[in-house]
């Protein structure tokens, strides 16, 4: 099971493959996490992933699609991927496209969430993330940053989910992400969704048009 969710920043896409993660057992490929690992890791690429990312900007095209390269290369990917925020332009698509031949994989779900650009805002910039688990947390239940988590960690706000740079986040795809939507409608795998505040009724209308 080959799956991969499109959408702007903050409409839910790493929620939706955690949910289906646990319904099917295949892992998640995230670019945006692994770059925050290297972050994390405290190279000198970690920094200057660090500078791009904090100003909303996209990272370079050559070192995503190695990162991709290299978790699709892992036996863990065998059974299959949720594959969530890549491809983030054409050129990246035209990327994976070339990545899935060679390894001759086959892309079976392209689902794009649709959430109006006022509401990503607000979702955006009251998300919290755990420091050790994969919850998300939101300002809007109450919740802040430095609580406690069940997992044990501590909720902390993204540098990427001030206003400023959100704004520049969704511009950016608006800009550069929103044409692959038409690349995938053209190959007859997207799937429109629309996306609100509850996760789990989304996750059964996903679930469903994979079992049909
Ligand atoms: P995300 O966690 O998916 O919202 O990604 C956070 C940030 O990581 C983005 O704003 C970009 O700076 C960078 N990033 C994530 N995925 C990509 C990608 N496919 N291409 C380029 N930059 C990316």
Known sequence: MNILFLGAPGCGKGTQSKLIIKE???????????????????????KEIQDIMSTGKFVSDDLVLSL?????GQDECKKGFILDGYPRNISQAESLDELFIAKNISL?????????????IERCTGRLLCTSSGYIGNTDRGEKVGD?????GELYQREDDKEETVKNRLNVYQEQTAP???????????????????????????????KS
Do not use: W
């Open 24 to 46: 099917f057992g295949i892992p998640q490929i995230s670019t945006g996490d692994l770059l925050r690992e290297e972050i994390k890791g405290g190279s000198s690429l970690g």
């Open 108 to 120: 079976e779900y392209v689902f794009l969430i649709d959430v109006p650009f006022e509401t990503l």
């Open 148 to 152: 406690k988590c069940e997992g044990g």
């Open 68 to 72: 991709v390269s290299k978790k699709l």
């Open 180 to 210: 692959i939507i038409e690349f995938y409608q053209n190959k007859n795998i997207l799937h429109k969704m629309i996306g609100g505040n509850d996760p789990a009724l989304l996750s059964k209308k996903i679930l469903e048009i994979i």
